[in-house]
């Protein structure tokens, strides 16, 4: 009798992005890149049912096929920081795991949905597979993404190409190289303000 593997979900990498490369600026704004965010009539939402997005139709379609089977989140203490932790409600998912040398200790919402994991990327993306089983889970882009994309445990990479040049800023892959890597043909959706690209990883 063979032991029965468990279904999993996919790693995914994703982010607004420019069309040079920056998912905000220097000093962490996003500027016109969550433009297409309200600029639609379509109202739809990711994992915090009070914050609703107003966009086009094929953006709508593409938030809810992509974010739909989302059940995990895994960022880093800088986007938690800046955030705030969106005040205890995950973004995106069911709970949030925050990749961090040192968990905070006076943080406002300690019976929020976050865990906070002090021994690397790997172990935060393991943890949250854990926690969504066969649903998907969210990994911010900048250094987490390239540190998970690197480790080889990214399934799909998302980019919502919106129409500016930054000049500088905050890369998706942050702020070190990657080596070489294939992904395949895009799937490709059309949104207003938002070019949104599907990457499945190659193996390698």
Not at 34 to 46: C, I, K, L, P, Q
Not at 136 to 164: C, K, N, W, Y
């Amino acid at each position: 009798m063979t032991e029965e593997v468990p279904i999993m979900g996919k790693v995914i990498v994703g982010a607004t992005v420019s069309v040079d490369g920056f998912i905000a600026d220097e000093n962490d704004n996003v500027g016109p890149l969550f433009e297409w965010y309200g600029n639609g009539d379509v109202a739809t939402t990711m994992g915090d049912p009070d914050r609703v997005f107003h966009v086009s139709a094929a953006s709508a379609e593409y938030i809810r096929s992509t974010s739909g089977n989302v059940r995990a989140a895994v960022i880093g203490r800088h986007l938690f920081d800046i955030t705030n932790g969106w005040h205890g409600v995950p973004a995106a998912g069911d709970h949030v795991f925050v990749v961090t040398h040192q968990p905070p200790t006076n943080w406002g919402f300690p019976d929020a949905p976050f865990t906070f994991v002090t021994d690397g990327v790997p172990s935060a993306i393991a943890q949250a597979q854990a926690y969504a089983g066969d649903g998907d889970v969210s990994v911010t882009s900048g250094d987490i993404g390239r540190q998970a994309l690197e480790a080889g445990l990214v399934d799909e990479v998302h980019l919502s190409v919106a129409p500016v040049i930054l000049g500088s800023g905050k890369r998706f892959f942050g702020s070190s190289s990657l080596p070489q890597q294939l992904l395949e043909n895009p799937r490709t959706i059309e949104g207003d303000r938002a070019l949104h690209l599907i990457y499945a990883v190659r193996p390698s």
